[in-house]
């Protein structure tokens, strides 16, 4: 070895040069919502039916009424030595693929507080913000419908509770700025800006943040354009996560398509759509990612009528959406209580199925075992 070569790997070793260093990428790992509620509360309601022949007389209100809706869902039959165990149950067979991301984001679609009234399906522990951060969970939304199930005292500890954990949130504050705020992180110097809003609530225009009161941040479209736009210089990418549509099945809205375009427009760069139990397809739009609905990853109780669901890992590096990667895990009847990773059949049936959906957004996926991968680059089937 000559003598400036030895010199040369002296600098090396010593720091002085920079060695070729490989590009840094951020992986981003998505999910639906989360909910773990044992035991399935009627909100308080009234005792009987208004009698029109009688209008002075209205229904009387009945306080923690805890009948059961054995109609719609049923609890599992699970017990747990201590709280600490029963708040982790849900997310043992997950939190390994948690931890392997460096950013994990999914829909918090319960109240967290132990006093607040439940109103609604859902009120969690607040123990359960810890399960989530000990699981390797990094940021939630609470702008979704049942954000209120406990009320604005049930809000109100969420908010404080997620704080407390260490837990980023998007999507509600105590009062609409707040509400708006994004949440920025920054991992191997790249950095992301998420959003969160969401089309409805089922304690309906209350749950919605103004100037003076606390609520979730409402998806309208003015004030998302204007934050996306507020957002733009201070990030590598954005991401907006909407709570949205109704239809019960795995079909998109041209609605919704046409909206999540607009938000890309705009300046958006993954658009998180969710609410729908059934998954839709994934579509690329001049190069960026719409996500319609990965379904749920948890749930405290079983539906007949629900099935699996998935995951999306992005790999993002400083200026492209690299890759997508589709994660099929386990939701079928009781498997909602205890997500994995689905392999084999089961896999393959949920990603062929994606794979159709996507292509009827004309998204080009395939399958490499039991992962779907779209590479944004090459995934258009038409030009946009």
């Not at 406990?150 to 404080?160: I, R, Y």
């Given at each position: 070895m000559s003598?400036?070569?030895v010199a040369?790997?002296?600098?090396?070793?010593?720091?002085?040069?920079?060695?070729?260093a490989?590009?840094?990428t951020?992986?981003l790992?998505v999910?639906?919502?989360?909910?773990?509620?044992?035991?399935?509360?009627?909100?308080?309601t009234?005792?009987?039916e208004?009698?029109?022949?009688?209008p002075d007389?209205?229904p009387?209100p009945?306080?923690?009424?805890?009948?059961?809706?054995?109609?719609k869902?049923?609890s599992y039959?699970?017990?747990?030595?201590s709280q600490?165990?029963e708040?982790?149950y849900?997310l043992?067979?997950?939190a390994?693929v948690?931890h392997?991301?460096?950013i994990?984001?999914?829909?918090?679609?319960?109240?967290?507080?132990?006093?607040?009234?439940q109103v609604?399906?859902y009120r969690?522990?607040?123990?359960?913000?810890?399960?989530?951060?000990w699981?390797?969970?990094?940021?939630?939304?609470?702008?979704?419908n049942?954000?209120f199930?406990a009320?604005q005292?049930g809000?109100?500890d969420t908010?404080?509770t997620l704080?407390?954990?260490g837990l980023g949130?998007v999507?509600?504050?105590?009062?609409?700025a707040?509400a708006?705020?994004?949440l920025i992180?920054?991992?191997h110097?790249?950095?992301?800006?998420?959003?969160?809003?969401s089309?409805?609530s089922?304690?309906?225009d209350a749950?919605?943040a103004?100037?003076?009161l606390p609520g979730?941040a409402?998806?309208?479209?003015a004030?998302?354009?204007?934050?996306?736009?507020?957002?733009?210089?201070q990030?590598?990418?954005?991401a907006?996560?909407?709570h949205w549509?109704t239809?019960?099945?795995?079909?998109v809205s041209?609605?919704?398509?046409e909206?999540?375009h607009?938000?890309?427009d705009?300046?958006a760069?993954?658009?998180?759509g969710?609410?729908?139990p059934?998954p839709?397809?994934?579509?690329?739009?001049?190069?960026?990612?719409?996500?319609?609905?990965p379904a749920?990853?948890i749930?405290?109780?079983?539906?007949?009528?629900?099935g699996?669901?998935?995951?999306v890992?992005?790999t993002?590096?400083?200026k492209d959406?690299e890759?997508?990667?589709i994660?099929p895990?386990a939701?079928t009847?009781m498997?909602?209580a205890?997500p994995?990773?689905?392999d084999?059949?089961?896999?393959?049936k949920l990603?062929?199925s994606?794979?159709a959906?996507?292509?009827?957004l004309?998204?080009k996926m395939s399958?490499a075992?039991?992962?779907g991968?779209?590479v944004?680059?090459?995934?258009s089937?038409?030009?946009?």
């Amino acid at each position: 070895m000559s003598k400036s070569h030895v010199a040369l790997l002296a600098l090396l070793v010593a720091g002085c040069i920079p060695a070729t260093a490989q590009p840094q990428t951020v992986s981003l790992l998505v999910g639906g919502d989360v909910t773990w509620t044992l035991g399935y509360k009627i909100p308080s309601t009234v005792l009987g039916e208004a009698d029109p022949s009688d209008p002075d007389w209205r229904p009387v209100p009945t306080v923690n009424h805890e009948d059961k809706h054995s109609n719609k869902t049923y609890s599992y039959n699970l017990h747990f030595t201590s709280q600490t165990e029963e708040m982790r149950y849900p997310l043992l067979k997950l939190a390994p693929v948690f931890h392997a991301a460096d950013i994990v984001f999914v829909n918090l679609e319960t109240p967290l507080s132990d006093t607040a009234r439940q109103v609604g399906d859902y009120r969690t522990p607040t123990a359960f913000a810890g399960a989530l951060k000990w699981a390797g969970v990094t940021a939630v939304s609470v702008a979704n419908n049942h954000t209120f199930d406990a009320e604005q005292a049930g809000f109100l500890d969420t908010l404080s509770t997620l704080s407390r954990a260490g837990l980023g949130l998007v999507g509600g504050g105590r009062d609409l700025a707040q509400a708006r705020r994004p949440l920025i992180l920054e991992r191997h110097g790249i950095r992301i800006g998420i959003l969160g809003y969401s089309q409805f609530s089922n304690a309906g225009d209350a749950a919605f943040a103004s100037d003076s009161l606390p609520g979730e941040a409402p998806m309208d479209p003015a004030l998302i354009e204007q934050d996306i736009q507020k957002l733009r210089g201070q990030v590598d990418f954005i991401a907006v996560s909407l709570h949205w549509g109704t239809d019960k099945s795995d079909r998109v809205s041209p609605k919704n398509r046409e909206f999540a375009h607009q938000l890309i427009d705009e300046g958006a760069d993954l658009v998180l759509g969710g609410h729908t139990p059934h998954p839709k397809g994934i579509e690329v739009y001049r190069g960026k990612v719409i996500l319609y609905s990965p379904a749920h990853i948890i749930s405290g109780h079983a539906h007949t009528e629900w099935g699996d669901n998935y995951l999306v890992r992005f790999t993002l590096d400083k200026k492209d959406i690299e890759k997508v990667e589709i994660l099929p895990i386990a939701g079928t009847g009781m498997q909602l209580a205890q997500p994995y990773l689905l392999d084999d059949g089961p896999a393959v049936k949920l990603l062929e199925s994606v794979r159709a959906l996507s292509a009827g957004l004309d998204t080009k996926m395939s399958i490499a075992g039991d992962e779907g991968v779209i590479v944004p680059a090459q995934a258009s089937l038409e030009s946009h």
